[in-house]
């Protein structure tokens, strides 16, 4: 595999001073945000005792507790991601059987292993791809997981969407969503990872795709070829469209060095950042993109190679 671009920069100098400065109150600006208060009004909806749910949400309380629903239901909160998926009037949760069922207007789709797996929380509860223009557009989505974003494209009106999952057993779970959901003619699956240059790496079968789950090579497991953007691009004959990036740090080898031309092959590009914004943010400027993201917020995971994670969501527009 070629060097990454990962390997030319210091992630301390990819994002600003105020995301430095900040970064004490961050935990606290996510309980008493916008995000945070809309977490808390969807308590006070779907639980009875949502000061208790609340309390363990800023850390006052200790998971598991018991949450007591407003339908009589009692269920178990193990972590807030939990809670936040019992409290969404637009999921019905079935643990199990380990999948999810999600209203998108007047259409129900099914998750397979939504509930232990993908985002179901970011894409449908917190709404991350809202700010997406997607009706009547073709999307590519890098970083696909079990297919909650894709079928959330569908679901909102996108004309194709062509899905990418790397991992093997993940790839698997997003076309048993496919035809769940009899999606074929919707969605494009491909087993293959985003990078800068045409190739190949073998990923071991026993991973999959999880929050931090970069890809690398492995000595064995199943080759999975490596696509360029601009090669995607090409083969679906891509105009006007929307790109969408959660793909745990290769998102700097997509989008860095890609040809400006290739880049405005896309009306919106939304990018899940994980080691800073600041060169993402300068690429896509130059591209003729005007570019806004989330604070960064600093993370470490320490059994992946580079540990320290700043990361956020970047939203690009097409300046026509």
């Excluded at 109150?25 to 009004?41: D, E």
């Excluded at 079928?151 to 990418?164: D, P, S, W």
Aim: hydrophobic fraction near 35%; glycine fraction near 8%; include cysteine.
């Amino acid at each position: 595999m070629s060097p990454s671009v990962l390997d030319s920069f210091r992630t301390e100098d990819n994002v600003g001073l105020a995301d430095k400065i900040l970064r004490p109150v961050y935990p606290l600006a996510v309980v008493l945000g916008r995000t945070g208060f809309q977490n808390l009004s969807r308590y006070r909806r779907a639980y009875s005792n949502h000061w208790t749910v609340t309390m363990a949400r800023m850390g006052l309380r200790k998971y598991p507790i018991d949450g007591h629903l407003r339908n009589g239901t009692t269920v178990r909160l193990t972590k807030h991601r939990i809670a936040q998926l019992y409290s969404s009037d637009r999921l019905e949760c079935h643990p199990a059987e380990d999948s999810v069922r999600v209203r998108v207007g007047d259409r129900t789709f099914t998750l397979l292993t939504g509930w232990s797996q993908g985002d179901i929380n970011g894409v449908y509860v917190e709404n991350v791809y809202g700010p997406l223009q997607v009706r009547d557009r073709v999307v590519i989505d890098v970083g696909a997981s079990i297919g909650d974003s894709p079928i959330f494209f569908v679901a909102n009106g996108a004309a194709k969407v062509i899905a990418l999952e790397p991992w093997p057993i993940t790839f698997q779970r997003l076309n048993a969503n496919i035809a769940a959901n009899h999606l074929e003619e919707q969605i494009v699956p491909l087993n293959v990872a985003l990078g800068p240059q045409p190739g190949e790496l073998r990923l071991d079968d026993r991973f999959e795709s999880q929050q931090h789950a970069q890809v690398k090579s492995f000595d064995t497991g199943t080759k999975v070829p490596i696509v360029p953007l601009s090669e995607l691009v090409e083969r679906y004959d891509v105009h006007d469209a929307v790109l969408k990036l959660d793909c745990e740090g290769a998102e700097y080898d997509a989008i860095i060095g890609t040809p400006r031309e290739t880049l405005r092959r896309f009306r919106q590009i939304q990018i899940e950042y994980h080691y800073g914004y600041r060169n993402l943010e300068s690429c896509l400027g130059q591209a003729g993109f005007r570019v806004r993201h989330s604070r960064a917020h600093r993370t470490v995971n320490p059994v992946i190679h580079r540990s320290v994670l700043w990361q956020g969501n970047l939203y690009a527009d097409r300046i026509d």
